[in-house]
């Protein structure tokens, strides 16, 4: 080389392509969160299967999708607890498909409810809790705790362990955590005590009571990060008063407590989590439905702050003739930030952010709805289903 010249710069080498699998699973991670989605991709070809069932991609659908689409309500009428599917074909999921588990012999089995694509029941006969997983049929029995008679087993809630329990692959059930709440006493005095049981130990904690001048609100349970909330409700000694407050279970300090509700006439109240990830609460008043945020000051001492109103005129825009039943906020879904209720024309789920009013089913003031939701995997079949759920609305 002459002396002046400079050497050409050494070209990069380029980045090596990602494989057919890498790409694969980047275009399978993107395909949507429905129960059909992975097992009619699946059914291509024995790679495809191989990809799409591998616990890795599993775990990393539901980080990227985040929410589980709402598959149905388990609906109990009276002890008479029926799936009530949501979706349209080829996602529906028939009722029989959901078949609640029998109980033994002359067991009778009550619904306490559902999360993380888990279904919780207390066997009142066999003395047992029964946990559920009804995409794979996977179930386990779980004693109750000692001085928990089946008589007065009346409220629970269950949850994953790590609080993603929402994969399922057929396997069996993932690490669980349960709550179970046992009432005595008389109807204007009674105690309240919950235990709570962690699968992985395979032990019940200490129990933690606390007095409670009311009846449990026929409602699902909600948990805001690390503690479950239920309604209590009931009237005062006198039998004039309707009386609401909120009956919390604190899962890190395994702790049992009462809260006060707003102070307001509103009937209807619904616990709910809120945007901030907080308690709140849904009230419904003739005026609207009004939400409400539990803040908490520097010395412990929460309130309650109002948030917004949902004009109940927006509801009757999507049909003037629409009128919602008298106390009748009938749950709410956690993963979806939604909560459901009743009116003359049907059960309308609204979201908490964006307040869209989507018709479900129809449904009645009556009946304790359970919102179920789980993701799908692949192997795992859907069935056939009629087709009920309707257009959604903007209000």
């Known amino acids: 080389m002459s002396a002046g010249t400079t050497s050409p710069a050494l070209e990069p080498e380029p980045a090596p392509l990602p494989d057919d699998d890498d790409i694969h699973r980047e275009i399978f991670l993107r395909l949507p969160p ?8 699946s059914l ?42 949501t979706l349209r074909r080829p996602n529906r999921i028939p009722s029989a498909r959901f078949s609640p588990p029998r109980p033994d012999g002359t067991g009778y089995l009550s619904f306490l409810g559902c999360r993380h694509g888990l279904a919780l029941f207390a066997d009142h006969v066999r003395l047992e809790a029964v946990v559920w997983n009804p995409v794979t049929g996977g179930q386990r029995r779980v004693p109750f705790p000692p001085g928990f008679d089946g008589e007065h087993v009346y409220k629970g809630a269950v949850l ?12 069996p059930l993932t690490p669980f955590k349960l709550v179970l709440v046992h009432r005595t006493g008389e109807l204007h005095g009674s105690i309240a005590s919950a235990c709570l049981y962690e699968s992985e130990s395979g ?36 039998n004039l008063e309707i009386d609401l407050d909120i009956l919390e279970f604190d899962l890190d300090g395994q702790s049992l407590s009462v809260i006060q509700k707003p102070d307001t006439n509103d009937s209807g109240l619904q616990a709910l989590r809120t945007e901030d990830n907080k308690l709140g609460l849904a009230t419904l008043s003739k005026q609207g439905i009004q939400l409400w945020q ?58 908490l952010e964006s307040l869209q009013f989507t018709r479900l089913f129809d449904g009645d003031p009556f009946t304790a709805y359970y919102p179920y939701t789980s993701f799908y995997g692949a192997g795992l079949g859907v069935g056939g289903g009629d087709d009920r759920a309707e257009v959604s609305n903007n209000a």
């Open 294 to 351: 539990r803040e908490t000051n520097s010395d412990g001492v929460g309130r309650w702050v109002p948030l917004k109103t949902i004009e109940l005129d927006k509801l009757r825009a999507i049909s003037p003739s629409m009128r919602i039943c008298p106390a009748t906020i009938l749950g709410f879904d956690e993963d979806n930030s939604a909560f459901f209720i009743c009116t003359n024309m049907g059960l309308y789920m609204i979201q």
């Open 203 to 238: 032990k019940w904690g200490s129990v933690s009571s606390t007095a409670i001048p009311h009846l449990s609100l026929h409602q699902p349970g909600v948990l805001v990060a690390n503690q479950v909330y239920w309604m209590l409700f009931g009237t005062s000694v006198d």
């Open 160 to 171: 994953s362990s790590s609080g993603d329990g929402h994969v399922h692959g057929g396997g």
């Open 34 to 41: 429905l129960p059909s989605s992975l097992p009619r991709a």
């Open 44 to 85: 291509v070809c024995k790679r495809w299967r191989r990809l799409l069932s591998d616990p890795n991609f599993l775990r990393r659908f539901r980080a990227h999708h985040r929410a589980p689409p709402l598959l149905g309500f388990f609906a109990d009428e009276d002890g008479d607890i029926e799936f009530v599917p």
